[in-house]
T-cell receptor
Framework: AQSVTQLDSQVPVFEEAPVELRCNYS??????LFWYVQYPNQGLQLLLK??????LVKGINGFEAEFNKSQTSFHLRKPSVHISDTAEYFCAVSVLYNFNKFYFGSGTKLNVKP | ETGVTQSPTHLIKTRGQQVTLRCSSQSGHNTVSWYQQALGQGPQFIFQYYREEENGRGNFPPRFSGLQFPNYSSELNVNALELDDSALYLCASSQFAPLVRSETQYFGPGTRLLVL
């Protein structure tokens, strides 16, 4: 079975400060890894994904994430956040059976303060 | 904008009623998945449709059912609504084929359902 744990339910940070949102996963098979962002009253927008290759992946809006297989982690980072980054962030894993099923974490609310 | 649209945006029903939610997939995508996102939680996989057939299901009872049409649009039907069915329902589309990897799902804005 697969599971995703987002260790922080809320992360407050000041504008222009760096931020790291943590994600750990559990799986008995190989997975693909994703980060999605959800702004208030909206659906999910893809930030970045890791499928294979380089363990450091870059996404939109200046975000990046690093896949660490030994620690089964996929933490999201941004060196300098903006007020507009205030949103909820979801880590997800995907397992390719004969269908494509996503497992999501419970989300981390990023609150960027001026 | 992902090109995935959902209707309606909001809906209020009473317990015991039935509801139908609709989703239009992104152009070129042949697979649609439905997720339930309860307040304060991450999305939970309900089921996935490929070529008009359900080809994967999460831990949801049979009163959650769906359809996929030849144009790849989709419906989610929920019978005998319960209070706990109140949630944001998300539709996601992707391109899938048995020998072609389909890694990414693109989400619509969701339908917020309130059951009273």
């Amino acid at each position: 079975a697969q599971s995703v744990t987002q260790l922080d339910s809320q992360v407050p940070v000041f504008e222009e400060a760096p931020v790291e949102l943590r994600c750990n996963y559990s799986s008995s098979v190989s997975v693909y890894l994703f980060w999605y962002v959800q702004y208030p009253n909206q659906g999910l927008q893809l930030l970045l994904k890791y499928l294979s290759g380089s363990t450091l992946v870059k996404g939109i809006n200046g975000f990046e994430a690093e896949f660490n297989k030994s620690q089964t982690s996929f933490h999201l980072r941004k060196p300098s956040v903006h007020i507009s980054d205030t949103a909820e962030y979801f880590c997800a894993v995907s397992v390719l059976y004969n269908f494509n099923k996503f497992y999501f974490g419970s989300g981390t609310k990023l609150n960027v303060k001026p | 904008e992902t090109g995935v649209t959902q209707s309606p945006t909001h809906l209020i029903k009473t317990r015991g009623q039935q509801v139908t939610l609709r989703c239009s997939s992104q152009s070129g995508h042949n697979t649609v998945s439905w997720y339930q996102q309860a307040l304060g939680q991450g999305p939970q996989f309900i089921f996935q449709y490929y070529r008009e057939e359900e080809n994967g299901r999460g831990n949801f009872p049979p009163r959650f059912s769906g359809l996929q049409f030849p144009n790849y649009s989709s419906e989610l039907n929920v019978n005998a609504l319960e209070l706990d069915d109140s949630a944001l329902y998300l539709c996601a589309s992707s391109q899938f084929a048995p020998l072609v990897r389909s890694e990414t799902q693109y989400f619509g804005p969701g339908t917020r359902l309130l059951v009273l």
